[in-house]
């Protein structure tokens, strides 16, 4: 007996370790991917602010070009000033985002932290590329009145926000690992959560000096694989939008997104000199070849999504269809109007893979198909109804006629897929459970629990 059990019980303990050690893996990397939110959800103020600021709007060639409305192109500059202010300090709100998001029950001085943290690695690694010289020298190069060549300390780092990003999660790191270190008592003064922000300005130092030696080559490697990824075209439109979704379960989408958003391809104002990095600092920036890779969301999240919802409601059971009803009619509209998707995809999800599998499958159609019809459509936080007006206009935007017409076709699409799957395979959907009653009922033929024959219960 015992030497039966001592094998099972020895791969027992060998196989616990692994699947305790994988499952805290994929808990951090869900807590990271929670991280980012935070300072992504900055965007939608940043790019409302840069849009309207633009000339076609509130500018010159918009509302400022009215008669008696010339005083409305200094409002416009300003309205866009700040939001470009804000897309300017990216990387430094991804810091001090990460920092605070990441960290376990995180204050005030951990966002202090990354601050001093973000400021000297900025600093230092400027100047590092500065005395480097190359492409990445130059993004860093200015003159002063005499012709010299002085570091343009106001210029964004090369390092863009995933600079930001690593040391936010530095920052996090320590703060929990000392943010209740006791010095000794001549330096009490400096122990605890104030001792973070002075262990983090020295821990900037070595990451800046270590950037500075291998930015030029990693960041040229990130360039690279942009640049491949956005050359697939409709192929890599359509495996982003997969990959997007199937990560979407385990909070993991939004580490996809920061990557393509504010990282992949490089464009550089002709006006200006200024180099932009991702799709959405691209598009907004006006970059002509930028927006393929977002425009195939909007059919799913504003029409798709809504499509899936009403499907849901008309499947409940009668005796749930008005409770349903009202859940699934305001995430729709939430979905339509700010983009916004969980509620819906989390109402299906997990009681309903299948469902889950087509929306998958759904979403990489479209991402593929209006990206090789060359439909460029961009959005500062999700693809809604807000984004979409916004962006309409937009000299960059194109094929907006398609984004809208599959947007049409796939709310039919999915409400008739959705509908045929959810009867068919009488997956459970909202509305759809077993009712705890009719079990009790069914459980002893004809006898109610008081014991009425074929009398039901006016309680309900």
């Not at 480097?132 to 993004?139: A, L, S, V």
């Not at 004809?446 to 074929?454: E, I, Q």
């Amino acid at each position: 007996m015992s030497s039966d059990k001592s094998p099972s019980t020895s791969n027992g303990s060998k196989a616990a370790p692994k699947t305790k050690r994988s499952s805290k893996s994929l808990a951090v990397l869900q807590r990271f991917g929670l991280s980012m939110m935070m300072p992504i959800a900055v965007l939608p103020a940043a790019a409302l602010l840069l849009r309207l600021g633009q000339p076609d709007l509130l500018g010159t060639d918009g509302v400022a070009g009215w008669p008696g409305m010339g005083w409305m192109e200094t409002v416009s500059g300003v309205i866009g000033a700040a939001g470009d202010s804000l897309f300017q300090a990216m990387p430094l709100l991804f810091a001090v985002g990460v920092a605070i998001g990441f960290a376990k029950r995180s204050d005030g001085s951990t966002a202090l932290a990354a601050l001093v943290g973000y400021l000297v690695f900025d600093r230092v690694t400027k100047l590092l590329f500065f005395d480097q010289g190359g492409e990445i020298g130059e993004q860093v190069t200015a003159f002063d009145a005499m012709g010299e060549t002085v570091v343009d300390w106001g210029v964004k780092n090369p390092s863009d926000v995933l600079g930001g990003i690593v040391i936010g999660i530095l920052t996090a790191l320590l703060w929990q690992r000392y943010h209740r270190i006791k010095l000794p008592t001549w330096l009490g003064f400096f122990g605890g959560r104030r001792f973070v922000p002075i262990l983090m300005a020295a821990v900037a130092i070595v990451l800046a000096v270590f950037f500075g030696l291998v930015w030029p080559t990693v960041g040229e490697w990130i360039n690279d694989l942009g640049t491949w990824i956005i050359g697939l075209g409709s192929v890599g439109a359509g495996i982003y939008g997969v990959i997007n979704r199937l990560l979407l379960p385990l909070g993991l989408h939004h580490i996809v997104n920061s990557v393509v958003w504010f990282l992949f391809g490089e464009y550089t104002d002709p006006a200006t000199g200024d180099v932009y990095l991702g799709e959405i600092n691209r598009y907004l920036a006006g970059d002509p070849t930028a927006g393929g890779f977002l425009s195939g969301f909007f059919p799913v999240l504003m029409f798709g999504l809504p499509g899936a919802a009403l499907a849901i409601w008309r499947c409940a059971h009668p005796s749930q269809r008005s409770n349903i009803g009202s859940l699934m009619i305001a995430a729709a509209l939430t979905a339509f109007v700010t983009g916004i998707t969980e509620p819906i995809e989390y109402a299906f999800l997990f009681v309903a893979p299948a469902l889950f599998a087509v929306h998958i499958v759904l979403t990489g159609v479209a991402m593929s198909v209006l990206n090789a019809l060359d439909a460029h459509l961009g959005f500062g936080f999700s693809a809604g109804a807000i984004d979409l007006l916004i962006n309409a206009t937009k000299s960059n935007t194109t094929g907006l006629v398609w984004i809208l017409a599959m947007g049409v076709a796939y709310f039919f699409l999915y409400y008739f897929v959705f509908m045929f799957l959810i009867k068919k395979m009488n997956l459970p959907t909202p509305g759809r459970e077993e009712d705890p009653g009719d079990e009790a009922s069914e459980g002893d033929g004809t006898t109610s629990p008081r014991g009425d024959v074929g009398k039901g219960d006016a309680s309900g």
